[in-house]
């Protein structure tokens, strides 16, 4: 089958009998990110997408995940699967510096090539400068999503992050299309992770 054929038969298959991405994918034998930029016209209803989840979670034994809020436009245009960890790094960093614009942030690289840290973040209100690192948001299984607090250090794994390395860390979250602000004074307790909290929920009051 031709793509030109096989689209129209996606778009069909999803306008007429509203099977998913996965499903059309499979039908059609193509992948599943391909399908996905031929329906972004075409998404499912917050219905159709609740019902398959609740579905799935019966099939798997038992639905177990927390609630996430609303699903923003920008998640129902990608498949998360077929996101590799780069473009996804690209698309938390894009999300997060449009909001440091809008709220009047001056954003600098950071001084050293060896920083941890993605920017150095300048208060104008204060002038301060903060450390500031960007994660995406890791959604697990069950309960709550979590944003990771370490870093790869060469070839022995991944280390936490140091005091002197980092002050603010922000986890976008594209499944709802919001970042989350932590201190990470305020994380020095933790070993590896801190799940969202909606207290940090675009709290950019942190970055003093």
């Not at 927390?66 to 996804?88: F, M, P, T």
């Not at 001056?106 to 690192?133: C, I, K, M």
């Not at 948001?137 to 790869?152: A, K, Y």
Request: hydrophobic content about 35%; aromatic content about 8%.
């Amino acid at each position: 089958m031709e793509l030109a054929d096989s689209k129209t038969q996606a778009i069909y298959l999803r306008t007429e009998r509203r099977l998913s991405i996965k499903e059309i994918a499979s039908q059609l034998e193509v992948s599943t990110s391909t399908v996905s930029l031929w329906l972004r016209g075409h998404p499912l209803t917050e219905e159709e997408r609740q019902s398959r989840q609740s579905a799935n979670g019966v099939r798997q034994g038992g639905w177990n995940k927390k609630d996430r809020g609303v699903q923003s436009k920008y998640h129902q245009i990608v498949e998360l699967d077929n996101l590799s960890n780069a473009r996804k790094g690209r698309i938390a960093e894009s999300a997060v510096l449009f909001r440091l614009a809008l709220h009047g942030f001056s954003v600098h690289a950071p001084l050293f090539d060896g920083d941890r840290a993605d920017w150095v973040v300048e208060n104008p209100r204060t002038g301060r400068l903060s450390r500031l690192q960007v994660r995406w948001v890791h959604e697990p299984t069950h309960g709550l999503p979590t944003i990771s607090i370490q870093c790869f250090e060469g070839h022995s794994g991944k280390k936490k992050y140091g005091a002197l390395e980092c002050d603010v860390i922000v986890g976008y979250d594209l499944f709802t299309d919001t970042a989350y602000v932590f201190r990470y004074s305020d994380l020095e307790h933790l070993a590896s992770t801190v799940t969202v909290i909606p207290e940090a929920a675009e709290n950019w009051s942190v970055i003093l």
